[in-house]
C-alpha cells in the first residue's frame, strides 16, 4: 500500500472512533462521516490496484553472527539474519542478497531473541503501603514509563506484567510514546478481602461495609472480590480493560503484612469462576501462590501460572507437572538477605515470611527438575527507584546456580514465549508472529550479545556492556557494536522512512544529537531533516510536535530551557530551510526525559542528546 493510501486510512479510522477528540482535526473532505465513508468505500477498491506499486518494506541485514534460535542447544555459526518490516524474513548460513537494506557486521557475536520477562511489575515504586497511600498517580504513570525504557535497554523486548495498571502504558508502548518492551498486562490483580492485595491499611476501613465504593479504587492496582459473583464481575471488568490474561492471589503474601504466608485464599469455586471467565476469551490464569495446599487447589482449578511457588512439595509439582502447568519462580530474590529487601519488605514481619521463601528456594527448583515441569523466567523486582528495577538482570546470575545457560536462555525466550501465548487470539495483542524465537516470520526482537552467552551466562548479568544490538519489532534502540551500521548501506528515501517510522499515526525519528551544552544541530541531522520535510510537503494536513530531551545533568530549570532550546531549533531549521507552515509545527522542552535508545552513531549515543520529533495524525 502506498504511504498517501496508508494515512488516509489512518485518518480515517480514528476520526471515526475518535470524532471531535481527535487532536488534530482532518480538514475538507474529513468533515463529514458521509465523506469519510465515501472516501473509505473508494479506497477499498483503490488500494488493490495500487498493489503493484508498493514500497518494499525497509530491511535491516545481520551478518557475521552465531545465532541462538530460542530452540535448540547449538549455535547456528556463521550466519546472517534478514529482517524486513517488523518481522524476520530468513536466516541463513549462505550470504543473503539484500541490497537495499542496512547491514549490521555482528562481529563474530552471538545473536538471540529478544529477553522475555515472565513476572514483571512497572507500575509498583514502594512498598504496597506507600503506592496506595503516599504517591502520586502521575508520578507513579510517569515511573512506569521510565522503567519500560530501562527495562528494553537491559534487552527485555517483551514483558509480562503480573499486577498493576499498565494496560494504559501498553498502549502508549504500542502507539510510540513511550519506548518500553511489549507488554502482555494482567491489570487490576484479583484478590479477596484481607489476601495479598488488600493493601489497605489496618485502621483503613471496609467501603463494602459502609455501603460506599473505596475512594482509591481508581489506581486499579487491584480489584477486592468475595463470592462467585463477585469474582466473575471483576474479573469480566479485568478483560474488559485489555488484560491479557489474569493474576489470581492465591495464597499469602511477603510483602503485604495483613496476610499470613500459610494462608488459603479463595475459595476453590471462586478460583474456578475466574478461570472460567479467562478461558471464555480463550485466555488464562496465574497465581500468586507460594504452599503446596494453594498451589493444589489452584491446580485443580485450572491454573496454569504458578508464580513463585518457593513452598511447593513433591506432590504438588507431580501435579503441576499432570496440569501441564508453567512454573515461574523468582531466584534472584535469594541473592540478597531479607534487610536488604527492605524496599520491598519494610517490616519485622514481611521479612520473616521473606526469609521462609529464600530457604525454600533450592527445594523448589530440584523438584521443578525432578519432574520436568516448564520453568519460567521471572523476576519480581519492584521499587522506589531504578536501582531495584535494574536487579532484574541479576536473575541470570541467581539461575546459574542451578541451570545450564542453554536452560536459562530458553527459559527467557522460548518457554516464556509459549506462556505469554496462551492470551489466545483474542486477548493476545501481539499477533504478527511468534516471540522468542530466531526464525523467519518471527517478530523481529533481536539482541546482539558480545561474547557467548551459552558459555556464560552471566554476560546478561551486564547489559549496558555487553548487549551490542537491541532491536524490537525490527526498530534498532541500541548499537554499540564497534562494527554498526554499514557506512556504505544505502540511504531510505524520504517515503521509506515515513512509512516505516509511522506507528498507529505517529512518527518518531530518534537521532537529532546535539554538541553537549549547545543547541546548535549536528550534520547528521540533516538527512533525516530533508526526508520528514518531504512527507510534511507531500501532506499539508499533517502537523508536527517537536520534543527537545537533555541528559538531566543540570538543574530542572537549565534542563528546561536547553530542551526547550533544541525543540525551538529544528523547528526553526524546518520553517527558514525547508518551507514548512510554521502553524503546521509545535516545539516544547520536556527537561530530562528517560533515555530514548537510537541506531545512530556511537558518538551520539554517548552525547545522550536527543530530540524526539513526532508525527501527529487525527490524535495519534
Known amino acids: 500500500m502506498e504511504q498517501k493510501a496508508f494515512i488516509w486510512l489512518l485518518r480515517l479510522s480514528r476520526c471515526i472512533t475518535r470524532g471531535n477528540q481527535s487532536i488534530i482535526q482532518v480538514r475538507d473532505t474529513m468533515k463529514q462521516t458521509s465523506s469519510l465513508l465515501a472516501i473509505a468505500a473508494a479506497l477499498m477498491f483503490v488500494l488493490p490496484a495500487q498493489a503493484q506499486d508498493e514500497k518494499p518494506l525497509p530491511q535491516i541485514l545481520f551478518t557475521n553472527v552465531h545465532v541462538f534460535d530460542g530452540v535448540n542447544e547449538a549455535r547456528i555459526e556463521n550466519a546472517n539474519v534478514l529482517v524486513e518490516g517488523n518481522l524476520i524474513k530468513s536466516v541463513s548460513t549462505d550470504a543473503i542478497e539484500a541490497g537495499d537494506a542496512t547491514v549490521i557486521d555482528g562481529g563474530g557475536n552471538t545473536l538471540i531473541p529478544g529477553l522475555i520477562e515472565a513476572h514483571s511489575h512497572l ?89 460506599t465504593s473505596d475512594p482509591k479504587q481508581y489506581l486499579e492496582y487491584a480489584y477486592l472480590a ?16 485489555g488484560s491479557s490474561h489474569i493474576k489470581i492471589m492465591a495464597g499469602g503474601g511477603v510483602a503485604t503484612v495483613y496476610d499470613p504466608l500459610d494462608g488459603l485464599q479463595f475459595t476453590p469455586e471462586e478460583i474456578r469462576a475466574a478461570v472460567v471467565e479467562a478461558e471464555k476469551v480463550g485466555s488464562y490464569a496465574m497465581a500468586h501462590i507460594y504452599t503446596p495446599e494453594a498451589i493444589t487447589i489452584a491446580l485443580e482449578a485450572g491454573v496454569k501460572s504458578i508464580d513463585h511457588g518457593m513452598l511447593i512439595d513433591d506432590k504438588a509439582m507431580k501435579l503441576l507437572k499432570e496440569k501441564d502447568a508453567f512454573l515461574v519462580p523468582s531466584l534472584a530474590v535469594g541473592l540478597f538477605t531479607p534487610e536488604e529487601l527492605a524496599f520491598a519488605w519494610p517490616t519485622p514481619a514481611t521479612k520473616a515470611k521473606g526469609a521462609r521463601i529464600i530457604a525454600g528456594m533450592e527445594n523448589e527448583v530440584e523438584l521443578a527438575k525432578k519432574h520436568g515441569v516448564k520453568i519460567g523466567f521471572g523476576t519480581d523486582f519492584f521499587g522506589p527507584t531504578n536501582a531495584e528495577f535494574a536487579q532484574q538482570s541479576l536473575e541470570f546470575k541467581a539461575r546459574a546456580k542451578y541451570f545450564t545457560a542453554v536452560e536459562i536462555l530458553k527459559q527467557a525466550t522460548s518457554t516464556n514465549a509459549a506462556l505469554v501465548a496462551m492470551s489466545g487470539p483474542m486477548m493476545n495483542p501481539y499477533l504478527d508472529g511468534p516471540l522468542g524465537v530466531i526464525q523467519p516470520g518471527a517478530y523481529a526482537d533481536i539482541l546482539v550479545v558480545k561474547g557467548n552467552p551459552l558459555e556464560d551466562i552471566e554476560l546478561l548479568v551486564d547489559p549496558e556492556n555487553n548487549i ?19 557506512a556504505e548501506a544505502p540511504q531510505e528515501d524520504a517515503k521509506t522512512i515515513g512509512l516505516r517510522l509511522t506507528r498507529d499515526g505517529r512518527m518518531a525519528i530518534y537521532g537529532f544529537f546535539f554538541d553537549a551544552d549547545e543547541a546548535g544541530l549536528k550534520a547528521e541531522s540533516q538527512p533525516i531533516l530533508e526526508a520528514v520535510a518531504s512527507v510534511l510537503n507531500e501532506d499539508p494536513n499533517l502537523s508536527l510536535a517537536v520534543v527537545g530531551h537533555t541528559d538531566a545533568k543540570g538543574s530542572h530549570e537549565h534542563n528546561m530551557n536547553l530542551s526547550k532550546q533544541r525543540a525551538d531549533t529544528v523547528v526553526s531549521v524546518l520553517v527558514n530551510d525547508y518551507g514548512i507552515d510554521p502553524n503546521r509545527l509545535f516545539a516544547a522542552g520536556a527537561g530530562f526525559l528517560a533515555p530514548v535508545a537510537s541506531n545512530a552513531t556511537e558518538e551520539g549515543q554517548a552525547l545522550n542528546r536527543r530530540v524526539e520529533l513526532v508525527r501527529m495524525v487525527s490524535g495519534g
Request: charged share 20%; aromatic share 8%; hydrophobic share 40%.
Open 123 to 211: 507500575s509498583l515504586h514502594g512498598d504496597l503501603f506507600q503506592i496506595r497511600n503516599d504517591l502520586n498517580w502521575m508520578y507513579m504513570g510517569a515511573k512506569s514509563g521510565a522503567e519500560a525504557t530501562h527495562m528494553l535497554m537491559r534487552g527485555f523486548t517483551t514483558a509480562r506484567d503480573a499486577a498493576g495498571p499498565v494496560n494504559g502504558l501498553r498502549k502508549v508502548i504500542d502507539a510510540g510514546h513511550v519506548v518500553g518492551p511489549r507488554i502482555y498486562a494482567a491489570g487490576p490483580a484479583l484478590s479477596q478481602t484481607g489476601g495479598h492485595f488488600d493493601i489497605r491499611g489496618l485502621s483503613e476501613p471496609n467501603y463494602y461495609f459502609l455501603g
Open 468 to 486: 551490542g544490538v537491541i532491536m524490537k519489532d525490527g526498530v534498532i534502540y541500541k548499537n554499540t557494536l564497534d562494527n554498526g551500521a554499514s
Open 226 to 241: 468475595d463470592g462467585v459473583p463477585e469474582v466473575q464481575k471483576a474479573a469480566r471488568e479485568i478483560f474488559r480493560k
